[in-house]
Nanobody, 121 residues
Framework: QVQLVESGGGLVQAGGSLRLSCAAS?????MGWFRQAPGKEREFVAA????????YYADSVKGRFTFSRDNAKNTVWLQMNSLKPEDTAVYYC?????????????????WGQGTQVTVSS
């Protein structure tokens, strides 16, 4: 069973920055970040496959969020800049065991515990 341990998050003013991290206990096929605001469905934020160089972003975060990784440590980060109140949500790290579509949360096999990000206006 792959364990995903998240850290980071917190309260920040609009325009500020936060950095989330997620450490996996072992290598998986791909990893992604999702978020869920109260009363809303879980939505895709960003994802990548360990074997590739491409990172995929939701349009709502493109240009503001950056997904980075350390292959040797099985760790990924989500740098969030120019944060907006609408970015407020619980953010989850997730991993897939095998090739699948990256944007659908139902295709992910493992999930982190989630971390709250709150952006005040």
């Amino acid at each position: 069973q792959v364990q995903l341990v998240e850290s980071g998050g917190g309260l920040v003013q609009a325009g500020g920055s936060l950095r989330l991290s997620c450490a996996a206990s072992e290598r998986t096929f791909s990893m992604g970040w999702f978020r869920q605001a109260p009363g809303k469905e879980r939505e895709f934020v960003a994802a990548m496959r360990w074997s590739g160089d491409t990172t995929y972003y939701a349009d709502s975060v493109k240009g503001r969020f950056t997904f980075s990784r350390d292959n040797a440590k099985n760790t990924v980060w989500l740098q969030m800049n120019s944060l907006k109140p609408e970015d407020t949500a619980v953010y989850y790290c997730a991993a897939q065991r095998r090739f699948s579509t990256l944007l659908n949360p139902n295709t992910y096999d493992y999930w982190g515990q989630g971390t709250q990000v709150t952006v005040s206006s």
